[in-house]
């Protein structure tokens, strides 16, 4: 296993259409979160997964975003109804269950609203 | 509110130098404490974790400290090389569900 894998890396949308992005955690890691980055800041808890259940959701989430994680494996966040302000790095990460435990990023999907 | 800060925001160093980043945090009711680098357009690297019972951790030129008690970690690095140049993020965990973040330290090292 390679670490984690984001799809796509980039993704361009006109406003108010709908995106869909995957994040592939590490193979034995039943901690799942999505992060939000915009340009010159740290990153934005947006919601986490312990294996299938979404223990928790920032406010920052609107009704626009879901996220799911079936099965405990790979997740999806989609946005609906995209607009501009939605411009951002989504970074998921992912790590082993237990707080000492090291959190893996991975290459996030930077998505541009037109 | 947990809050998380990162000074200095900016940093340009010529090669070989010492250099130390530095993260505050507000509450030091931490689990764990891990920096990461992170290249312009990139995710994040994962470059020490420090656990919440541990005062320091060491990785190659590396090295970061704890002190939970003045909500303060060091980010060490030794003989910089222009390939360091990156943004430094600080992140705290306060409990399971989440990671709480600076804004970073972008780092300049200039050959």
């Known amino acids: 296993d390679t670490g984690v894998s984001q799809n796509p890396r980039h993704k361009i949308t006109k406003r108010g259409q709908n995106v869909t992005f995957r994040c592939d955690p590490i193979?034995?890691?039943?901690?799942l979160y999505w992060y939000r980055q915009t340009l010159g800041q740290g990153p934005e808890f947006l919601t986490y997964?312990?294996?299938?259940?979404?223990?928790?959701k920032s406010r920052l989430l609107s009704d626009r975003f879901s996220a799911e994680r079936p099965k405990g494996s790979f997740s999806t966040l989609e946005i609906q109804r995209t607009e501009q302000g939605d411009s951002a790095m989504y970074l998921c990460?992912?790590?082993?269950?237990?707080?000492?435990?090291?959190?893996?990023f991975g290459q996030g999907t930077r998505l541009t609203v037109v | 509110k947990q809050e998380v800060t990162q000074i200095p925001a900016a940093l340009s160093v010529p090669e070989g130098e010492n250099l130390v980043l530095n993260c505050s945090f507000t509450?030091?009711?931490?689990?764990?404490l891990q920096w990461f680098r992170q290249d312009p357009g990139k995710g994040l690297t994962s470059l020490l974790l420090?656990?919440?019972?541990?005062r320091e951790q060491t990785s190659g030129r590396l090295n970061a400290s704890l002190d939970k008690s003045s909500g303060r970690s060091t980010l060490y690095i030794a003989a910089s090389q222009p390939g360091d140049s990156a943004t430094y993020l600080c992140?705290?965990?306060?409990?399971?569900?989440?990671?709480?973040f600076g804004s970073g330290t972008k780092l300049n090292v200039k050959p």
């Open positions: 420090i656990q919440s019972s541990q």
């Open positions: 193979s034995e890691h039943n901690r």
């Open positions: 509450d030091s009711a931490i689990y764990n």
């Open positions: 992140a705290v965990l306060y409990n399971f569900n989440k990671f709480y």
């Open positions: 997964f312990q294996n299938e259940a979404q223990l928790e």
């Open positions: 990460a992912s790590s082993l269950q237990g707080w000492d435990t090291e959190a893996f």
